[in-house]
């Protein structure tokens, strides 16, 4: 006995659902510079450059704005969560640091529970001319698109056209270049 094929309903319900199933199964994502255990045994606060660190670990994530005598190598697993974001699952930071003759004097390590929750400021920014109104909001872009930049980019663009035989050849101040 022949099972029942199954209908067009079924068939485009089954491939409807599908892509939704990729949220839950999606790869991590692995991104940085991974720095084990063993490769920070290599290094010797007291003895080891900031030459040693580079040619072992490769160059840092980034080095401090404020110090740049610390290297910090970051490395993060993040997976795509509900809403196609992207979640931090895991996080390890390493701080090299050095002092001003480039020796290592310390290695500290980071994790995400280290990290500190900075909350966004809920304040905007002030605009000259107040709050824009519903009418101003509507036709207060009107008349100001210019395909040629800013005031100040039209003389250089008027400048380039008439190298190309444009509308400015020969005026004043322009070279043709030929």
Not at 23 to 33: E, L, T
Not at 170 to 175: E, I, R
Request: hydrophobic share 35%; proline share 7%; glycine share 14%.
């Amino acid at each position: 006995m022949r099972p029942a094929p199954l209908t067009l309903t079924t068939l485009l319900c089954a491939m409807l659902a599908l892509p939704g199933c990729a949220v839950f199964s999606d790869a991590p994502h692995y991104r940085g510079i991974a720095v084990s255990q063993h490769d920070l045994n290599e290094l010797t606060p007291g003895i080891s450059s900031q030459t040693d660190a580079q040619a072992l670990l490769g160059p840092p994530t980034f080095v401090e704005q404020f110090d740049n005598n610390n290297w910090d190598y970051v490395s993060q697993v993040t997976k795509i969560r509900i809403g196609q974001t992207e979640g931090v699952k895991q996080q390890h930071v390493v701080v090299l640091s050095f002092d001003n003759n480039g020796i290592l004097q310390g290695v500290s390590q980071k994790d995400l529970k280290d990290g500190v929750r900075v909350a966004m400021d809920g304040a905007q920014t002030p605009v000259p001319g107040g709050k824009p109104g519903f009418l101003r909001q509507l036709i207060g872009g009107v008349g100001s698109y210019n395909p040629l930049g800013s005031a100040s980019d039209t003389s250089s663009a008027r400048s380039s056209a008439s190298g190309l035989g444009g509308a400015g050849a020969g005026a004043p101040g322009s070279s043709s270049g030929f």
